[in-house]
């Protein structure tokens, strides 16, 4: 099972609040964009598909129904980023699994970072180290909520560059919140719209 | 050694007393005089009626009214930690959880200890059995009623600390545990930190009681050291295990944090 044989994330007629039956397939390394106005559903939508609040639905990886593991495998393989994360220790260290330097140099630390209190982090430093915290778990799948929306130009790009290596290369699925039409069109390769109580291809 | 009973005219110059307390503290507009008066008027009334009930209770002594009376003093208790909750779990599991934790480990330790430690004939002799489930409830209620309020309070407040370290691959268990040992510890910190005191800082009221009452202070200390161990493990248990529960309760079949099982604060 620790094999990393890609698998894509398939989405079967899930309903949440607003949203009902969306029907979504993610291929192993693709990034699939999602945007919508504020209140839309989007966090909830990736919420649902994280398996943390209650809705209908089947989700699974690959051949691998949700259902068929217990709920903390399914969400260290699906691994959702919320777009505020939170941290329960004094230092960065403490909260990470296996890290690799290659992810902390590629957004700018050093290894000197697990070492920083927590509550000194600035908002921007805070999300991108969330980013990395999350991959050091090794999901297979990754969920994104505006991931670089305290970022400035500079780290937004290497964010993104990070993003994309670390998609081909392990060929995640990747569903990423976004508002930033010019993101969109520099990460995605398909763009969904939330247009009421469904999702519609943008363009 | 002979006990002075106390006569009624006797306790009415401690009330004046209390009247007094009553009326210099409306002199100095503190907002507690009422308060004071209808305090010590329902310690009359209640323990008058009390006494009354247990006067009867010892005369009969049989098992089937002190296990009703027994019954009694648990759902009050259970009531009694559930209105001392800020946000509690919905459904009468509030009520439901901090009464089956008080009722096993309360009832088990005072079961142990009439049978095993002080061994009356019958057990359940009711001039041991009451005053024993009495001391051990009143403190096991409030280890309990402490630590729900706080794990309900801590998840109410730090849910999307909960939620990430679960969107993290955590199992609740290790979502919630810092959460889960930090209410335990709150409910056992009262009689451990009296227990440290007994003696030397404060007077057990018990032991007070018994010595008043012309038992020599060397039986006195005897059951008072029985009691304070036996509350400390009636309450101890009981927090561990009302937790425990609460905080199952608090996650569904899919490990979901479940804060819509709680109820929101009231004014």
């Not at chain 1, 290894?111 to 050091?136: C, D, F, H, N, Y």
């Not at chain 1, 994309?164 to 398909?190: F, T, Y």
Request: neutral net charge; aromatic residues 6%.
């Amino acid at each position: 099972m620790e094999h990393q044989s890609p698998e894509s994330l398939v989405i079967k007629a899930l309903s949440i609040g607003e949203l009902k039956d969306v029907d979504l397939t993610i291929s192993p390394g693709e990034i699939v964009c999602l945007s919508g106005e504020s209140g839309s559903g989007k966090s909830r939508l990736l919420r649902a598909i994280a398996d943390l609040e209650v809705h209908q639905g089947q989700v699974c990886l690959g051949e691998r129904a949700r259902e068929s593991m217990a709920a903390h495998d399914w969400r260290r393989w699906v691994m959702l980023v919320p777009a505020e994360s939170q941290w329960w220790g004094d230092t960065v260290g403490e909260h990470v699994c296996h890290i690799k330097e290659e992810d902390l140099e590629a957004l700018g630390f050093s290894r000197a970072v697990l070492g920083w209190q927590v509550s000194r982090l600035s908002s921007g430093e805070k999300q991108r180290l969330a980013a990395i915290r999350a991959l050091s778990c090794q999901p297979k799948a990754l969920l994104l909520d505006e991931p670089t929306a305290n970022l400035d130009d500079d780290n937004t790009a290497k964010f993104e560059a990070w993003v994309l290596k670390k998609a081909q290369e392990q060929q995640m699925p990747i569903l990423w919140v976004a508002h930033d039409e010019a993101q969109i069109q520099r990460v995605g390769h398909r763009h969904f719209k939330i247009r009421g109580d469904h999702l519609e291809v943008a363009k | 050694m002979s006990v002075i009973d106390l006569s009624w005219w006797q306790l009415s110059i401690a009330a004046f007393m209390v009247i007094a307390l009553a009326v210099v503290s409306m002199i100095a507009k503190l907002n507690v005089g009422k308060p004071i008066l209808i305090a010590a008027l329902r310690t009359v009334i209640q323990l008058t009626l009390i006494g009354l009930v247990l006067e009867a209770l010892f005369s009969v002594g049989s098992f089937h009214w002190v296990a009703l009376m027994a019954g009694v003093m648990l759902l009050v208790a259970g009531r009694e930690v559930m209105a001392r909750q800020k946000h509690r779990l919905k459904g009468g599991w509030a009520f439901g959880i901090g009464t089956v934790s008080m009722f096993i480990s309360g009832f088990t330790v005072t079961v142990l200890t009439l049978t095993v430690v002080i061994g009356p004939d019958p057990w359940y002799t009711p001039q041991y059995a009451i005053p024993l489930l009495g001391m051990l409830l009143g403190n096991t209620m409030t280890g309990v009623a402490l630590s729900l309020d706080r794990l309900t309070e801590a998840v109410w407040r730090q849910r999307s600390v909960i939620e990430n370290r679960l969107m993290l691959g955590q199992s609740w268990q290790e979502a919630i545990g810092d959460f889960r040992r930090e209410a335990m510890r709150s409910g056992m910190m009262p009689m451990i930190n009296a227990m440290a005191a007994a003696g030397i800082v404060s007077l057990p009221g018990m032991m007070t009681g018994q010595i008043l009452g012309g038992s020599p202070p060397g039986v006195a200390v005897k059951y008072q050291i029985l009691v304070m161990f036996t509350i400390t493990v009636g309450s101890g248990f009981g927090a561990m295990a009302a937790v425990s529960a609460g905080s199952r309760r608090l996650f569904d079949e899919r490990e979901r944090l479940r804060t819509d099982r709680l109820t929101a604060a009231k004014p």
